[in-house]
T-cell receptor, first 114, second 112 residues
Framework: KAGVTQTPRYLIKTRGQQVTLSCSPI?????VSWYQQTPGQGLQFLFE???????NKGNFPGRFSGRQFSNSRSEMNVSTLELGDSALYLC?????????????FGPGTRLLVL | QKEVEQNSGPLSVPEGAIASLNCTYS??????FFWYRQYSGKSPELIMS????GDKEDGRFTAQLNKASQYVSLLIRDSQPSDSATYLC????????????FGDGTTLTVKP
């Protein structure tokens, strides 16, 4: 099976712009989660989608939004970019097996905001 | 108190030694536990998952879970320089499907 894919891999934007990141989960996985990783804050949960519905949301401002399509692919959007949004954005997909859930991460999108 | 805490690093062991990584969590509803390895500049790579109390072995890696003590550990036997990385402990609660809560990570260096 192909793994989780993310596009683009690298992105440079300027403050005030917006950005859209894309994630394709492992085939058959219906849950897609997004995380932000920075040196200072570690890995922080943004939100999770399952069957096109947001099930869980982390403590991020409304500038961060996402959606999931019927084929389970997901996009994340950040509007009005700030310097502090520079980070590695990771997408993870999972397929529940009973009560056992395992997340597999994509390669990430490294975003630099200038 | 952080939801997931890992022993502070960095941890340095000689090649061939056993590396021991520890993690505690606060949510008693947690039911899925993971160890990820992350090389610098790369995304986390799943190396072990454990769901029930006891030990789980996979090659040189052994994960140990004790839900009563809210403790999960990872042992790496016969450590190799290629094991040098940051190890992240992650937990999923039964009330928060799809959300992994991560520790800050422990950086392991294996010296030849």
């Amino acid at each position: 099976k192909a793994g989780v894919t993310q596009t683009p891999r690298y992105l440079i934007k300027t403050r005030g712009q917006q950005v859209t990141l894309s994630c394709s989960p492992i085939s058959g996985h219906r849950s897609v989660s997004w995380y932000q990783q920075t040196p200072g804050q570690g890995l922080q949960f943004l939100f999770e989608y399952f069957s096109e519905t947001q099930r869980n949301k982390g403590n991020f401002p409304g500038r961060f939004s996402g959606r999931q399509f019927s084929n389970s692919r997901s996009e994340m959007n950040v509007s009005t970019l700030e310097l502090g949004d520079s980070a590695l954005y990771l997408c993870a997909s999972s397929q529940l097996a009973g009560s056992q859930e395992t997340q597999y991460f994509g390669p990430g999108t490294r975003l630099l905001v200038l | 108190q952080k939801e997931v805490e890992q022993n502070s690093g960095p941890l340095s062991v000689p090649e061939g030694a056993i590396a021991s990584l520890n993690c505690t969590y606060s949510d008693r509803g947690s039911q899925s536990f993971f160890w990820y390895r992350q090389y610098s500049g790369k995304s986390p790579e799943l190396i072990m998952s454990i769901y029930s109390n006891g030990d789980k072995e996979d090659g040189r890696f052994t994960a140990q879970l004790n839900k009563a003590s809210q403790y999960v550990s990872l042992l790496i036997r016969d450590s190799q320089p290629s094991d040098s990385a940051t190890y992240l402990c992650a937990v999923i609660s039964n009330t928060n499907a799809g959300k992994s809560t991560f520790g800050d990570g422990t950086t392991l260096t294996v010296k030849p």
